[in-house]
């Protein structure tokens, strides 16, 4: 797989990506129901697919680049475990460990 080292970030958070869901909702209503009252007053049903398709643009410009402002709230991962020193004696035995028992108290069937 070929690495590209782009010049400019191009991933999103889950809160950005959460907030880009929710304002192309918005936009795309917002712009819907002008269109609607716009189409409806001039008797033109092409001035509301106008508006809706000028709506989808400017939702898509507007939500999908990763604007900084989607990117406020980056996910800290783990550390990743160096394998060396698990190779060399720190090694994870689950076989010594015992297995949790089932504490659950059986129900008594109730005869019939």
Do not use: C
Request: charged share 20%; hydrophobic share 40%.
């Amino acid at each position: 797989m070929i690495d590209i080292e782009w010049p400019f970030a191009t991933h999103m958070d889950f809160r950005g990506q959460k907030m880009a869901e929710r304002l192309f909702q918005v936009i795309i209503v917002f712009f819907g129901l002008i269109g609607f009252l716009v189409g409806y007053m001039m008797q033109q049903f092409s001035m509301t697919i106008y508006s809706v398709l000028f709506g989808v643009l400017v939702s898509a410009f507007l939500t999908i680049p990763p604007w900084p402002i989607y990117r406020n709230n980056p996910v800290e991962w783990q550390k990743p475990i160096d394998s060396k020193k698990d190779a060399n004696g720190n090694k994870n035995n689950s076989s010594n460990k015992s297995t949790p028992k089932d504490t659950r108290k059986a129900k008594p069937k109730k005869d019939q």
